[in-house]
């Protein structure tokens, strides 16, 4: 019986054993994270000022892009109006 509840133990020990290996190693990997995240946002943090200019510069271009996109319209549209005058002109 003793050697029966010595192996039980042995096995619980071993058992917890691996499981205090186990979580130090999820210890680690979660410190190992927080360390990447941190550094990802202090990089960001520093990358920041200077993405600033570039979205202004980006939505000024989509301003742009699109006042000119408004142009061609009025364009395409007085083109279109001419070819149906020409047309009636014609008739």
Known sequence: ?????????????????Q???LLNSLKGIYSCLMLMFKQIFTLFNRIKPVLKP???ILKLGNIILSDFYAILDYFLK???LFVFLLNKLKK
Not at 1 to 17: G, V
Request: no cysteine; net charge neutral.
């Open 19 to 21: 499981l205090h290996v």
């Open 78 to 80: 007085i083109s279109f």
């Open 1 to 17: 019986m003793t050697d029966y509840l010595l192996s039980i133990f042995s096995k619980q020990k071993s058992l917890m054993n």
């Open 54 to 56: 570039i979205i202004e």
